[in-house]
């Protein structure tokens, strides 16, 4: 577990936690910068760690005919996120309700996706641990303000919304968890465009933390998206927290005074590419009768998720990550422009939003008439 680059990999941690450094970065305004370095530190350091539990503990993912790696593989990566994420906000951040709220559910699910790493939980109880740390949040008062007052039962109705909302985007990145850097690369872009939309609408607390997120998940990835392959995983608690924190992000923020819609439409954006998968992967598994229930929904593995169907039109596992980023990106760039859109403005943006995942659906159904051992 500790080995000769242990202590180098401190140094920078180490040297960011003393109070003059912070104090300079403060004085400079770059406090974003700072939380991600520190976050970044953490993750680079602990990472090795804890791939050394993993490996003394057995804690492995095998090699299987619907997974892409070769060799076993380390998990439990995202306990590394966690714990440096985790350590940059109690360091640095005074706790809002909403963050206390995100950061128990977060924990929850952590702890969840640990169990599941260890033990394989069942699908219903990952999905009744989710529900909890969605209860959680909600709880602390992350409640999305979607539904109209008008209508009858609005308080509950919002509740129903935010927790389908936390579980959505939970388990769409945790979906995504199927090649090297995916699921981490996408916390980033999105890190990334939630903080900078935070910082076009004033939330200079939503874009610290945001840049904190980004850090945590640009630590990890050098361990997970490299030449000669992935390391560490991230696991199911990796990435079931990066979607959890993603989807707290978006309910804790005000993305547009005035404009529900706006407000609505921007984290979707941002969160374009796992939420287009979830949705069209789950219509195309009821549709082609591969499911028929919510269990059997839940429990149903297969390699039709929008990496799979890239590698099966011939790209490269490398090449279809970067696909992804670089969809990801571009749907990001069309949330930063909603905020003082005008209306016709705002409709061109989401027709080129719906151009480009029209054209990832015709390569996806490409894909899916051209599989690929």
Not at 112 to 120: A, H, K, S
């Amino acid at each position: 577990m500790i080995d000769r680059f242990t202590l180098p990999r401190l140094v920078l941690p180490a040297v960011l936690l003393l109070s003059p450094v912070r104090d300079a970065f403060v004085a400079a305004r770059l406090l974003w910068l700072y939380l991600a370095l520190l976050a970044w530190g953490l993750a680079f350091f602990v990472t090795p760690l804890v791939r050394g539990v993993a490996h003394w503990r057995g804690v492995l993912d095998l090699p299987a005919e619907r997974k892409v790696h070769r060799v076993a593989t380390p998990l439990l990566g995202g306990v590394a996120v966690w714990a440096a994420l985790a350590a940059t906000v109690l360091a640095n951040f005074e706790f809002s309700r909403g963050l206390k709220g995100v950061a128990v559910g977060g924990a929850i699910v952590v702890a969840l996706g640990v169990l599941d790493d260890v033990f394989d939980v069942p699908a219903r109880l990952k999905l009744a641990g989710q529900v909890a740390a969605a209860a959680a949040a909600i709880g602390y008062g992350v409640v999305l303000d979607a539904v109209p007052t008008w209508v009858p039962g609005v308080v509950w109705l919002n509740v129903l919304l935010t927790t389908l909302w936390f579980l959505t985007v939970t388990n769409s990145i945790q979906f995504l968890d199927g090649m090297d850097g995916l699921a981490a690369g996408l916390g980033v872009i999105a890190g990334i465009f939630f903080s900078l939309v935070s910082l076009q609408t004033g939330q200079r607390y939503l874009m610290f933390l945001s840049a904190a997120l980004v850090g945590a998940c640009l630590g990890f990835l050098p361990y997970n998206f490299r030449p000669g392959g992935a390391t560490i995983f991230l696991g199911d608690s990796g990435a079931s927290f990066i979607g959890f924190t993603l989807a707290g992000l978006a309910v804790m923020g005000v993305w547009a005074q005035n404009n529900p819609l706006v407000s609505l439409l921007t984290p979707m954006l941002i969160l374009g590419v796992p939420l287009f998968d979830i949705a069209f992967v789950g219509v195309g598994r009821v549709v082609t009768g591969k499911v028929h229930s919510l269990a059997e929904w839940l429990a149903y593995t297969g390699k039709d998720h929008i990496h799979h169907r890239f590698q099966a039109l011939g790209l490269t596992k490398t090449q279809s990550v970067l696909l992804i980023f670089f969809i990801a990106a571009t749907l990001g760039l069309s949330a930063i422009l909603l905020k003082d859109a005008a209306p016709h403005e705002v409709v061109l943006v989401l027709v080129q939003a719906a151009c480009v995942l029209a054209i990832v659906a015709i390569l996806e159904g490409i894909g899916r008439v051209r599989p690929r051992d």
